[in-house]
């Protein structure tokens, strides 16, 4: 399974989701004209990678921030990352949120509260 790699830009983060190691990260901005355009390739990806899923996948989001269609879209990445959870498998995410952005910290926070998959919660110096 081919793994997905994008370089961020200024309205888009980047995006590494490595099939091999199970890790799958999305950091940066995430801001786009379309956010269904930009997300639909990774959900796509992750329904291909839950029908031979790693014991173990570890999503890092290490986002510094992102837009009301964007967070619909983050939800769904978590919703089918659910559907892993479900299979068997153990999935967490590690919310990675800049020390004094209360904000992200919330988003975070209100992820976990929807979603049944562990999420931990990582204070960091600068994204």
Same mark, same amino acid.
């Given at each position: 399974m081919e793994n997905i790699s994008?370089?961020?830009?200024?309205?888009t983060p980047t995006v590494n989701f490595n099939s091999e190691s199970g890790v799958l990260l999305i950091k940066g901005r995430s801001i786009p004209e379309n956010s269904i355009d930009f997300y639909k390739p990774l959900f796509q990806w992750i329904d291909t990678y839950a029908q031979s899923a790693k014991d173990k996948t570890e999503v890092h989001m290490q986002l510094e921030y992102f837009n009301t269609s964007s967070s619909k879209c983050i939800l769904d990445v978590f919703k089918k990352l659910e559907q892993?959870?479900?299979a068997g498998?153990?999935?967490?995410?590690?919310?990675?949120?800049? @020390?004094?952005? #209360? !904000?992200?910290? @919330?988003?975070? #926070? !209100?992820?976990d509260a929807i979603i049944d998959i562990d999420f931990?919660?990582?204070?960091v110096e600068e994204l």
């Amino acid at each position: 399974m081919e793994n997905i790699s994008i370089d961020g830009t200024p309205k888009t983060p980047t995006v590494n989701f490595n099939s091999e190691s199970g890790v799958l990260l999305i950091k940066g901005r995430s801001i786009p004209e379309n956010s269904i355009d930009f997300y639909k390739p990774l959900f796509q990806w992750i329904d291909t990678y839950a029908q031979s899923a790693k014991d173990k996948t570890e999503v890092h989001m290490q986002l510094e921030y992102f837009n009301t269609s964007s967070s619909k879209c983050i939800l769904d990445v978590f919703k089918k990352l659910e559907q892993i959870k479900k299979a068997g498998k153990d999935v967490s995410v590690i919310w990675h949120y800049e @020390e004094d952005d #209360e !904000d992200m910290l @919330e988003a975070g #926070e !209100d992820y976990d509260a929807i979603i049944d998959i562990d999420f931990d919660m990582v204070k960091v110096e600068e994204l």
